[in-house]
């Protein structure tokens, strides 16, 4: 139901643009957020679009990556720039089915790998 794509290898400085289409059938799920986990590391938020648009980015991807929905497609973007070698892990689309305000179920995608090369 969560699927991503567009990672793979680049090279420092290049750009690549990450997608999560969210296919839904009798129940209501949003894209939310892009989390990633380096190799070895936990996972970790990268960006994220509340339910009223507020978008929230981690400090370390502030001004080179930029995140935008596609509410008619239900489909959450990652556009990423000036790729750092730290920037290599898995990345995972993140949606969520919303019971109320404040409670949701989370939906995880299957990940797609983005490998920077100094």
């Known amino acids: 139901q969560v699927v991503e794509s567009g990672g793979g290898l680049v090279q420092a400085g290049e750009s690549l643009r990450l997608s999560c289409v969210v296919s839904?059938?009798?129940?209501?799920?949003?894209?939310f957020a892009w989390y990633r986990q380096p190799p070895g590391m936990s996972r970790e938020l990268v960006a994220s679009i509340g339910p009223t648009g507020n978008i929230n980015y981690a400090e370390s991807v502030k001004g080179r990556f930029t995140i935008s929905a596609d509410n008619a497609k239900n489909a959450l973007y990652l556009q990423m720039n000036s790729l750092r070698p730290e920037d290599t892990a898995v990345y995972y689309c993140?949606?969520?089915?919303?019971?109320?305000?404040?409670?949701?179920?989370?939906?995880w995608g299957q990940g797609t790998p983005v490998t920077v090369s100094s």
């Open positions: 993140n949606a969520r089915r919303y019971f109320d305000e404040n409670t949701y179920a989370p939906y």
């Open positions: 839904t059938r009798t129940v209501t799920i949003t894209p």
